[in-house]
Antibody, heavy 122, light 107 residues
């Protein structure tokens, strides 16, 4: 059974750095083909893909945010960490991590964490 | 980036109705498209991938079709638990992108 859970601060101040941790179970990020990603959703708005990390440590970022994002993994702890620098109120959103399911090399999100709401405010 | 445009943004329907949602890509994405259902306060749930492949456990009243730049999600007979927001997602190229969502509301 695959589960994921996000953790991190619920409130950050503008210009601060956000660090979110995704702790998962039911799969290993050292297994070939496995990946985990981060997606966010501002209140009442659509989903926005942020970043993805593969089992081999290959990484993909949304170009619109790439300069601010870093995704890393700790295979021994079954964790993926996302850091986002220079937070702004427009970054207020629910942040989700998800297990990536790849079909023919194309990737979708088949298991999601419950999400964590991060508010950016002074 | 590939832009995904959904229509309508909302639809009012009754239980038993057939509902169709459209998703258009700004460029061709072959068959690399998924549909997700999201209920209020919950994470999205993968319904369909590769345009028409039903994810395990998803009822057969959900179906997907299309290719290239135009795709549809059809709910053949709307059930009470189907009232939710639906998103399409392209998996053709990075950055992965989602549509703006279609809210299916009770008529």
């Amino acid at each position: 059974q695959i589960t994921l859970k996000e953790s991190g601060p619920t409130l950050v101040k503008p210009t601060q750095t956000l660090t979110l941790t995704c702790t998962f179970s039911g799969f290993s990020l050292s297994t070939s083909g496995v990946a985990v990603d981060w997606i966010r959703q501002p209140p009442g708005k659509a989903l926005e893909w942020l970043a993805l990390i593969y089992w081999d440590d290959d990484k993909r970022y949304n170009p619109s945010l790439k300069s601010r994002l870093t995704i890393t993994k700790d295979t021994s702890k079954n964790q993926v960490v996302l850091t986002m620098t220079n937070m702004d109120p427009v970054d207020t959103a629910t942040y989700y991590c998800a297990h990536v399911f790849c079909s023919g090399g194309r990737c979708y999100f088949d298991y999601w964490g419950q999400g964590t709401l991060v508010t950016v405010s002074s | 980036d590939i832009q995904m445009t959904q229509s309508p943004s909302s639809v009012s329907a009754s239980v038993g109705d057939r509902v169709t949602i459209t998703c258009r890509a700004s460029q061709g994405i072959n068959r690399w498209l998924a549909w997700y259902q999201q209920k209020p306060g919950k994470a999205p749930n993968l319904l369909i991938y590769d345009v028409s492949s039903l994810q395990s456990g998803v009822p057969s009243r959900f179906s997907g079709s299309g290719s290239g730049t135009s795709f549809t999600l059809t709910i053949s007979s709307l059930q009470p638990e189907d009232f939710a927001t639906y998103y399409c997602q392209q998996a053709n190229s990075f950055p992965l992108t989602f549509g703006g969502g279609t809210k299916v509301e009770i008529k």
